[in-house]
């Protein structure tokens, strides 16, 4: 099983809409987490940590389930500019690593 | 300037090459890390360091090397490059209790 799991997508989107994804963790031992956005061909860049009581930045909105090992991260008012891909990635306690999903590929229609 | 400044930002070498991609950072961070990324593919480590005299091999080291020359810079070479090292490579730091900062990425051809 992989440390960090994302749905791959594309989720196709129509602009104006909600959408979240999920990522799971296998290690319970994990202590931080991250959302990070990247483009096509950029570098990933952090979008927004993700804290125990759950954390929104506007339109953006990240949630943590520690019993089910999962993060997830709601987008509203979905814009055109919100099409990239998004990388879930955690941080084992005692791990100075961050390990990385692969990514969600997320694109908003017209 | 980047707070993570990547250079060369693209590469054309031939196979059996030696080439070198650097790295430098202005944040002060002492943890700096080099990951290549391939097509539908997620990031991957190959080396990192946590200071100037600390270096640790990631996943997939096999074929690389690095070097910490002060706390700013950290660079990746391949000794003899081959073309599956084709790939888009980004350096990275880290403060305390941080999410990663990103370079531009050098993206990396083997001919």
């Known amino acids: 099983r992989k440390e960090v799991e994302q749905d791959p997508g594309p989720f196709n989107v129509p602009e104006g809409a909600t959408v979240a994804f999920n990522c799971t963790y296998s290690n319970s031992a994990s202590q931080s987490f991250f959302w990070y956005r990247q483009d096509c061909r950029k570098e990933p860049k952090l979008l927004m940590s993700v804290y125990s009581s759950g954390n929104e930045d506007g339109r953006f909105t990240a949630q943590l389930n520690r019993a089910s090992q999962y993060i997830s991260l709601l987008i509203r008012d979905s814009k055109l500019s919100d099409s990239a891909t998004y990388l879930c990635?955690?941080?084992?306690?005692?791990?100075?690593?961050?390990?990385f999903g692969t990514g969600t590929r997320l694109t908003i229609i017209p | 300037d980047a707070d993570v400044t990547q250079t060369p930002r693209n590469r054309i070498t031939k196979t059996g090459k030696r080439i070198m991609l650097e790295c430098s950072q202005t944040k002060g961070h002492d943890r700096m890390y080099w990951y290549r990324q391939d097509p539908g593919l997620g990031l991957q480590l190959i080396y990192y360091s946590f200071d100037v005299k600390d270096i640790n091999k990631g996943e997939i080291s096999d074929g690389y090397s690095v070097s910490r020359q002060a706390q700013a810079k950290f660079s990746l070479s391949l000794e003899s490059a081959i073309p599956n090292q084709t790939a888009l490579y980004f350096c990275?730091?880290?403060?305390?209790?941080?999410?990663?900062?990103f370079g531009s990425g050098t993206r990396l051809t083997v001919v």
């Open positions: 990275a730091t880290q403060g305390d209790g941080e999410g990663y900062t």
């Open positions: 990635v955690v941080n084992m306690l005692g791990n100075e690593k961050l390990t």
